[in-house]
């Protein structure tokens, strides 16, 4: 099989298009001939070696597919050759085929291309725990999305629209914004070109902040709460890990709230499946817009990463195999 291999740590550039054997799934995993692999921020630190889990080269990067499971290993059950199926991989994921723990598949509604498959998982299953799970979002309260052009960020807009909330979305490029919009911000702030603290002042306080981000903005969000307000710390895409002062919880009577996904999933796989068939029901009926994905064709991963891993990647993006 053709698959994009990181034969030692560096940039995007260093990565190579090269065969590589096909995976036989041990006991309890699947194979699936994956249809398409969606992009995120940890392979861009994986392939450098600066992910928290790590593992030496040569490996394959990619942590999320979607495609239809074509072998079972030994005491598989509830699963069957041809489902269509989504999950997360870790690693793997940039080939044409992975061998996965069965665990870990979440079936893909005939109504959802392989596309969109590949791409919501990590991105809408971290914001409807963080919106569901852990804020107990209500309709009506006012929701301030940082990064909200990136993969998160623009899920947390579509997922805070579709259940109820103003969602207020800051991002830092007009283009990031529009895509926003799209996904249904009522009120947009370019954080390139408006102070956030002053824009925030401006709109009245709010309930929940949505942080990817982290740096000098997770301060500014904090200090916009109302009272009860939910702070929910997703990320450091801006590379910078922010102290908060523990005076302005007290003060704010204001939560700070830790969303990890990765470890929700293992902890409570079932509960995550049903968030995301909640995902891709309110796709498939309506209720929320499905998210635009720019497509590459394997050969390209290089070039996306390298995008993504710079911050010029507005939205999300997927390799496909064909």
Same mark, same amino acid.
């Given at each position: 099989m053709r698959?994009?291999?990181?034969?030692?740590?560096?940039?995007?550039?260093?990565l190579v298009l090269r065969d590589w054997p096909l995976p036989e799934p041990a006991a309890g995993q699947v194979r699936v001939r994956i249809h398409a692999a969606g992009v995120n921020f940890p392979d861009t630190l994986i392939?450098?070696?600066?992910?928290?889990?790590?593992a030496d080269p040569p490996l394959i990067p990619g942590s999320e597919v979607a495609g239809v499971i074509e072998a079972l290993g030994d005491g598989v059950e509830g699963w069957r050759i041809g489902d269509r199926v989504c999950a997360m991989t870790l690693q793997g994921g940039f080939a044409?085929?992975?061998?996965?723990?069965?665990?870990?598949?979440?079936?893909?509604?005939?109504?959802?291309?392989?596309?969109?498959?590949?791409?919501?998982?990590?991105?809408?299953?971290?914001?409807?725990? =963080?919106? +569901? &799970?852990? /804020? !107990?979002?209500?309709?009506?309260?006012?929701?301030?999305? $940082?990064?909200?052009?990136?993969?998160? %960020?623009?899920a947390a807009v579509a997922?805070?629209?579709?259940?109820?909330?103003?969602?207020?979305?800051?991002?830092?490029?007009?283009?990031?914004?529009?895509? =926003?919009? +799209? &996904?249904? /911000? !009522?009120?947009?702030?370019?954080?390139?070109?408006?102070? $956030?603290?002053?824009?925030?002042?401006? %709109?009245g306080p709010l309930d929940v902040v949505v942080d990817p981000v982290g740096g000098a903005q997770s301060e500014t969000a904090f200090r916009a709460l109302a009272p009860n307000g939910r702070h929910l710390v997703v990320g450091f895409a801006s590379g910078t890990i922010p102290s908060l002062p523990l005076n302005l919880p007290l003060l704010k009577s204001a939560a700070l709230i830790g969303v990890f996904w990765g470890a929700f999933t293992t902890r409570e796989p079932e509960t995550h499946?049903?968030?995301?068939?909640?995902?891709?029901?309110?796709?498939?009926?309506?209720?929320?817009?499905?998210?635009?994905?720019?497509?590459?064709?394997?050969?390209?991963?290089?070039?996306?990463?390298?995008?993504?891993?710079?911050?010029?990647?507005?939205?999300?993006?997927?390799?496909?195999?064909?």
């Open positions: 698959a994009l291999v990181c034969e030692t740590f560096g940039p995007p550039q260093t392939i450098e070696g600066r992910y928290q889990i790590k044409e085929a992975v061998a996965v723990d069965a665990s870990r598949l979440v079936a893909l509604p005939d109504e959802v291309d392989f596309a969109v498959g590949s791409s919501v998982l990590m991105t809408y299953g971290t914001a409807i725990h =963080a919106l +569901r &799970q852990r /804020a !107990a979002l209500a309709p009506g309260e006012r929701l301030l999305v $940082l990064g909200a052009g990136g993969g998160v %960020g623009l997922l805070g629209a579709a259940m109820g909330a103003q969602v207020i979305a800051a991002a830092s490029s007009a283009e990031k914004l529009a895509l =926003a919009q +799209r &996904q249904g /911000a !009522a009120e947009l702030i370019d954080t390139a070109n408006r102070d $956030l603290r002053e824009a925030l002042k401006a %709109g499946r049903a968030n995301m068939a909640e995902v891709f029901r309110m796709m498939a009926d309506g209720r929320m817009p499905r998210p635009d994905i720019q497509l590459a064709p394997l050969a390209g991963g290089p070039d996306v990463l390298d995008r993504l891993a710079q911050r010029r990647l507005a939205g999300k993006a997927a390799l496909t195999m064909a």
